[in-house]
């Protein structure tokens, strides 16, 4: 990739995106924890045991739903490394964070809406306790501050035709 | 009036978008995609156009007319000996220069030509400028400038073409490649145009160039020559691979000349795609977000589609209950409610499931992630003795093996090609995804989009394994380097996906209605005799052919029911599920299909396990039998590809289902 560009001065400043980097990375990869022991928990210990604030923060026992917010996180994480060294692609992994956490959290709203189907159109059995709550689960929760980012940063992923910089 | 004849095919490099084009002059809707070597058969269609009527073909894509793949020889050799009245190259106007080597060749083939610039809203956007003027007079060709995804700059098109036809003769430009070279073109030419029986249809020009570049297609074409020796040692006289190698900088300094003149592009830039890119084929994070989005897409098959599912599974219910209680006499009212409702309806419930997976693939293929699929898993591929291309295949089976075994053609090494043939049938096409939703759907209730995501990626695991295998024994060698264009990320067109799922959807429900159908009846009868047994029972038909093979798949912790069913499913891998529902279809209809299943001790979670992946691996179906026979041309490796792959199953199986059963489940 060639970056036209006479200096690094003339690079935009990525603080912002690399703060928000750290907090969205952060937050993922904590509940993404939070829900991997939730998982394993489950399966070492029995369906009783409760993993403390998993009740609260709609923690779901599931392991391969935790590795999602695990890899998220991750994106997140190593577009800060890369931009604390001062390399300016680094921005690249906030933008791409952004874009697999609502497809992830698109997925869950829209197997939710299923759900939905199931218990208030077709009235299956298996759905009487389901409320709208049932399925709340971090991954759909924290995808708010990716969707904030991504329409106030809509225009800021776009790099400008002539000198491929963006406009942060 | 009659209607004047046209006969014009597109051609171009691959992914410049000539199928679009196809489509939008044709009305047709051949497949498109994000990704280099969707085409790899020519296709055909008619317009009518003024007084004239109009023959496009289109071709596959190709980087050279050098014919290194199976694809560029289709593409070559139809421009060639068809003869069209006008050659069509397609060029991808936002990378024009890297096109123009193909347009170098098929200059030289002496047809008359015609250049659409496709993509414009690319070019413009990203700030590029092209002088269509300048390229005109510098390639002496007319150019025409399109937008085929919005249809624009058709009828400039269908009007050139018409133009064209009128001007009946043309000289095109040639490159020159130096005295040395030249003298040596001169040379062959003169003894090739000494044998009056040759094929005409071949200028002796680039007959003689392809000969000095070393293309053993064209030595092969001419082999029968009275003159063949005589050439060949003018051939064998000279440095080839320097000749070759010369030849080809000749072209590139020609294009090197003439594109500065007829084009100034914008700045290499940071782009969305080289952003994405960064991201999504990254050391260490691009397999992982790799797998993370297929388990997303198999969790939004099984789990959206599941209400939709409900839904016409109650209907039928209904409707084969209502059918069985006002028919008469009985056997009338069991052919209808239990045979064939209830066999092709277990089969139509899955139509959702197939609707949203064929929707999720076109979106894989339209974005242009298909691409670096490959590319990320090259490495791997490699390690096991794959091409990284073979990825492209393996991926499209998800939808249907019978155009994924095709789409192979585009792998240039033969090897590598076969192994891809043999062992893409491993990988879960559609027909099969509604054995995993009944079963895991049944048995493993919320957790089945889990079990069915693991039984895709069996599929892969074995296809894989089985690559390792075969390049240690029977398929020798390396595989070929890796090489392919990463083409941007795009959008995809809700139009082009909606179309492809409908067509492929729709595919599903035409089987359903006919193959599956005839199956079913089939069923219906040999569990119906002989004449005075009970419908179903051991006693029937259904009941001594399952006892038969039984023994054979006892093991495997099938019961002689599911092997009635695997046996019928040989011929297409729903008519498992469709015999299932003919064969629990007995008595009282009211009752799901799957609760019917729950209520038989003859299987249980461990068995439907087996099962799945069973049926996943056990035998191609007999549409793709035949394209494979058909691809390979050898029936040694077709009778391979059955036998291996119905051993590979039985011993799947029986490690499930032992293994299971040692563990205690
Ligand atoms: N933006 C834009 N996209 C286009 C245009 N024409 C085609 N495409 C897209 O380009 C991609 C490739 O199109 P195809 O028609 O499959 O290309 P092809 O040349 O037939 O490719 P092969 O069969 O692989 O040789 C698809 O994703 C199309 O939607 C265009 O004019 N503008
Ligand atoms: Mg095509």
């Given amino acids: 990739m060639v970056i036209k560009g006479d200096s690094v001065n003339e690079m935009p400043d990525t603080r912002i995106p690399m703060i928000f980097s750290i907090i969205t990375g952060t937050l993922y990869i904590f509940l993404g924890l939070l829900q991997l022991s939730s998982g394993i928990g489950r399966i070492l210990l029995g369906p009783d045991v409760q993993i403390p604030l998993t009740n609260i923060l709609f923690i779901p026992a599931d392991i391969i739903g935790a590795f999602v917010l695990l890899l998220i996180g991750t994106v997140f994480i190593y577009g800060v490394m890369e931009m604390r060294n001062g390399i300016y692609e680094g921005v690249s992994y906030a933008y791409v964070g952004i874009l697999i956490a609502l497809i992830f959290a698109s997925i869950y709203i829209l197997v939710s809406t299923g759900n939905m189907l199931e218990a208030y159109l077709l009235k299956n059995e298996d759905f009487v306790d389901w409320t709208l709550l049932s399925d709340m689960r971090p991954g759909i929760y924290l995808a708010a501050l990716p969707l904030i980012a991504f329409i106030k940063w809509k225009d800021m992923f776009d790099p400008t035709p002539e000198t491929g910089v963006l406009k942060l | ?665």
């Avoid at chain 2, 084929?281 to 691009?286: A, I, P, R």
Wanted: contains cysteine; negative net charge; glycine residues 8%.
């Fill in chain 2, 1 to 665: 009036m009659e209607k004047r004849e046209i006969k014009i095919a597109l051609t171009g490099n691959p992914n410049v978008g000539k199928t679009t084009l196809f489509n939008a002059l044709t009305g047709s809707r051949q497949h498109v995609g994000n990704w280099p070597g969707v085409t790899v058969e020519k296709k055909s269609g008619r317009i009518s156009y003024k007084e004239y009527d109009i023959e496009v073909i289109d071709l596959p894509g190709t980087y050279s007319l050098t014919a290194y793949s199976m694809d560029e020889i289709v593409a070559r050799d139809f421009i060639i000996e068809e003869k069209p009245d006008l050659v069509i190259q397609v060029v991808d106007a936002s990378n024009l220069e890297r096109n123009l080597y193909l347009t170098t060749q098929l200059m030289e083939l002496g047809s008359q030509m015609l250049i659409v610039l496709n993509m414009c809203d690319i070019a413009e956007e990203r700030g590029d400028r092209i002088y269509i003027d300048k390229m005109q007079e510098l390639l002496a060709t007319p150019v025409i400038t399109t937008v085929a995804t919005q249809k624009k700059g058709i009828c400039d098109l269908l009007d050139k073409v018409i133009e064209q036809k009128q001007i009946e003769q043309h000289h095109g430009h040639e490159i020159g490649y130096g005295n040395e070279i030249e003298e040596k073109i001169l040379e062959i030419e003169k003894v090739l145009s000494e044998d009056e029986t040759r094929d005409k249809r071949y200028p002796l020009r680039w007959v003689s160039i392809r000969l000095l570049e070393g293309d053993s297609n064209v030595r092969q074409k001419i082999s029968d020559s009275p003159v063949y020796e005589r050439a060949m040692a003018i051939i064998d006289s000279i440095d080839q691979e320097e000749y070759e190698a010369e030849i080809a900088d000749k072209r590139y300094l020609a294009i090197n000349t003439v594109f500065p003149q007829m084009c100034t592009r914008a700045n290499d830039t940071l782009t969305k795609s080289d952003m994405i890119d960064r991201v999504l084929t990254n050391k260490y994070l691009g397999i992982p977000i790799f797998l993370a989005l297929m388990w997303g897409a198999f969790e939004l098959t099984f789990a959206f589609a599941t209400p939709f599912m409900d839904m016409i599974d109650i209907a039928a219910t209904w409707f084969a209950d209502y059918v069985s209680s006002s028919l008469h006499p009985d056997w009338l009212a069991s052919l209808v409610g239990d045979g064939i409702i209830g066999g092709v309806g277990a089969v139509l419930v899955f139509v959702p499931n197939i609707f949203i997976l064929f929707f999720l693939l076109s979106l894989l293929e339209g974005s242009g992630y298909l691409a670096r699929a490959a590319f990320i898993m090259d490495k791997l591929m490699y390690k096991i003795g794959m091409h990284g291309k073979s990825f492209i295949p393996m991926l499209m089976g998800f939808g249907c093996n019978v155009p994924a075994i095709m789409a192979a053609r585009s792998i240039e090494d033969d090897k590598d090609r076969l192994i891809t043939i043999l062992i893409v049938p491993f990988v879960s096409c559609g027909a099969r995804l509604p054995i995993y939703v009944l079963f895991a759907g049944t048995f493993f209730g919320r957790q089945a989009g889990t079990v069915i995501f693991a039984m895709y990626i069996l599929g892969i695991l074995i296809a894989i394994i089985s690559a390792k295998l075969l390049r240690g024994t029977v398929v020798k060698g390396k595989p070929a380097p890796f090489i392919m264009e990463l083409p941007p990320y795009r959008v995809p067109t809700f139009k082009t996906s909606v179309i492809h799922m409908w067509d492929n959807g729709f595919m599903y429900i035409k089987k359903a209605g006919s193959i599956i159908l005839v199956g079913v009846v089939v069923i219906w009868i040999m569990a119906s005799f002989p004449w005075g047994v009970e419908y179903g029972s051991e006693a029937s038909y259904v009941g001594s052919l399952g006892h038969a093979v039984e023994p054979l798949l006892k093991p495997l912790g099938f019961d002689w029911k599911i092997s009635v069913a695997l046996i019928f499913g040989l011929v297409a891998k729903e008519i498992v599920v469709a015999s299932m529902g003919v064969l629990y279809g007995a008595g009282d209809n009211s009752e799901a299909l799957s609760e019917r299943l729950l209520a038989d001790p003859g299987i249980t979670a461990l068995s439907s396990l087996s099962l799945m992946a069973f049926s996943l691996l056990y035998m191609p179906c007999v549409a793709t039998v035949g394209v494979i026979k058909k691809e390979t041309g050898s029936w040694k490796w077709t009778m391979f590809a059955i036998i291996y792959g119905v051993l590979v199953a039985w011993i799947t199986a029986f490690i499930i289902y032992q293994g299971g059963r040692l563990l205690g489940y």
